[in-house]
């Protein structure tokens, strides 16, 4: 998980969750959830009412908000027709640049990567372009 990686390498993260408070216990990372706010390198946005069910609007209201927090948007894998192209879209309209993990290229769950990469999306060899970026 990203936000483990973060985290454990000495960084910060954010967390919104796409519903309110009384559902984290539904959630089926709500361990790691109750582990994160403890740690103090850790922010957990809840943008919703606290009876507020998941659904389609607030997952898209959620990702909104991340992409607005972004600087960047870093796809690990995507599939031919991943909704993470509904994302990297809106990301591309706000104006944000785009980094795309290639994958193997016998794998479906790498064909929309590659094909963000053939399109001109950043590509990313090596994590480390990621981290020494100045933004």
Known sequence: MVIN???DGGGRAVGILP???DFIKNDYNHNNIEKFTKNKN???ILPFEKDQK????????RNHLMLSMSRIILVIE????????Y???SALDMGKDIYCVPGNV?????????????DGANLV???????SQKF
Do not use: H, Q, R
């Open 78 to 85: 995507a599939g031919a027709k991943s909704k993470v192209f």
């Open 87 to 89: 994302l990297v879209d």
């Open 106 to 118: 016998f794998s479906e769950k790498s064909i929309g990567t590659n094909n963000m990469i053939k």
């Open 54 to 61: 998941p659904c389609k609007e607030t997952f898209s209201f």
């Open 5 to 7: 990686t973060a985290l």
């Open 19 to 21: 519903y309110g408070s």
């Open 42 to 44: 850790f922010v957990l």
């Open 125 to 131: 060899n090596d994590i480390t372009e990621i981290i």
